[in-house]
Nanobody, 120 residues
Framework: VQLQASGGGLVQPGGSLRLSCAAS????????MGWYRQTPGTQRELVAD???????NYADSVKGRFTISRDNAKNTVYLQMNSLKPEDTAVYYC???????????????WGQGTLVTVSS
């Protein structure tokens, strides 16, 4: 299963960006999808994730500012980021986990990362 992320860029503090990540492949089912972020010298951290049923989970640092959503028909997850702060600057990675429907193997896949820079 391959994940393709898009939507990063440069934005001023207080601005908004929307990230998208689409999963593709054959004979698979995606369960939890999520977004993580990483800055140089730090560990990758969870930003938000969402179950197939639409239950979201957020890091405390983004609650009230970021909204995660998904379109199950398109195997796509979105991250709407509002009121962005300089400390949100990072490479954002999407993650998907689930099973292959032909042999029921589990998988975990990561997207390639998209850079979000919040700066004036």
């Amino acid at each position: 299963v391959q994940l393709q992320a898009s939507g990063g860029g440069l934005v001023q503090p207080g601005g908004s960006l929307r990230l998208s990540c689409a999963a593709s492949g054959s004979f698979f089912r995606v369960n939890t999808m999520g977004w993580y972020r990483q800055t140089p010298g730090t560990q990758r951290e969870l930003v938000a994730d969402i179950t197939t049923g639409g239950t979201p989970n957020y890091a405390d640092s983004v609650k009230g500012r970021f909204t995660i959503s998904r379109d199950n028909a398109k195997n796509t997850v979105y991250l709407q980021m509002n009121s962005l702060k300089p400390e949100d600057t990072a490479v954002y990675y999407c993650k998907g986990s689930g099973t292959y429907t032909d042999d029921h193997r589990l998988y975990v896949s990561w997207g390639q990362g998209t850079l979000v820079t919040v700066s004036s």
